[in-house]
């Protein structure tokens, strides 16, 4: 099953396999057009398992023209810059450089190539490894998991200028891009309990005890008790503390 997203131009794939949706080789975007081969479309593949990135590139290569291929993070921008790929498909964590992975690549290498579009491929679905390589530009991410057939539409969308995700990843990253969502974890905001979140975004809005309370189906005692356990776990005074530290999380 493939998803046709919004006016954000954002699509997310299934992994559950062209099988699932009983239109292997197809493209579900326009519903009848082969995946076939698109050679004009030049791919470079960077990931840091030799055998891994061997079989992605078997599994590609009747598809495109494959450019490339790196396993760290200087040898990639090297490649990149080299090559000039329509498309990246890139690892998240990679070794070398600063530490930074894939979207040290991405931010490197995108100056030496601007018109390249990124994919990334990996096995985390971490909130913040998604949040670090869409920040750096990276035009897409599905893992691992995904089938042949969904890597390949995946690629031929990126190349199009279509945002792809993976189901699971598409709703926190359509999240982030409307700016109501956080794009990393947080420790801090972890400690607090579902009730004291909610307890701690209305007092930064400015609610009384009692509007909370009112708002909440909950006692003013109880009220009271919550707003004292979240100053405590967050380590702040009082409230104008707490909506400065709501205000700065873009969590009121």
């Known amino acids: ?8 131009n954002m699509k997310s794939v299934s992994t559950g396999g062209a099988a699932e949706s009983g239109q292997a080789n197809t493209d ?11 050679r004009a479309i030049r791919v470079a593949v960077v990931d840091d398992h030799e055998m891994f990135r061997a079989g992605v590139i078997a599994t590609l290569s009747p598809h495109f023209t494959i450019v490339g291929q790196a396993p760290d993070v200087e040898g990639s921008v090297a490649m990149i810059a080299d090559t000039k790929p329509d498309v990246v498909l ?14 040290e690549i991405l931010i490197k290498s995108h100056p030496l190539s601007p018109d390249s579009a990124f994919l990334a491929l990996s096995v985390s679905d971490s909130p913040k490894d998604v949040g670090a390589v869409i920040r750096a530009g990276a035009r897409g991410y599905v893992t691992k998991t995904i089938s042949g057939d969904d890597l ?47 307890v701690m975004r209305l007092i930064a809005r400015g ?31 009082n409230r104008t503390e707490l909506t ?9």
């Open 90 to 103: 890139l690892d998240v964590h990679v070794p070398g450089g600063e530490g930074g992975g894939g979207a």
């Open 28 to 38: 579900s975007r326009n519903g009848n057009q082969p995946l076939g081969d698109h």
């Open 207 to 237: 609610y009384t005890y009692k509007e909370i309370a009112a708002e909440l189906f909950i006692s003013i005692k109880t009220v009271e008790t919550h707003v004292s356990a979240v100053l405590k776990k967050l380590q702040l005074s």
């Open 152 to 198: 390949i539409s995946s690629i031929i969308q990126v190349n199009e200028g279509y945002a792809v995700f993976s189901p699971k990843l598409a709703g926190f990253v359509l999240s982030t891009f409307q700016g109501t969502g956080q794009a990393e974890h947080d420790d801090e905001l972890d400690k607090l309990s579902h009730r004291e979140q909610e």
């Open 1 to 8: 099953m493939r998803q046709t997203g919004d006016g954000n």
């Open 244 to 252: 400065r530290w709501a205000a700065d999380r873009r969590i009121v």
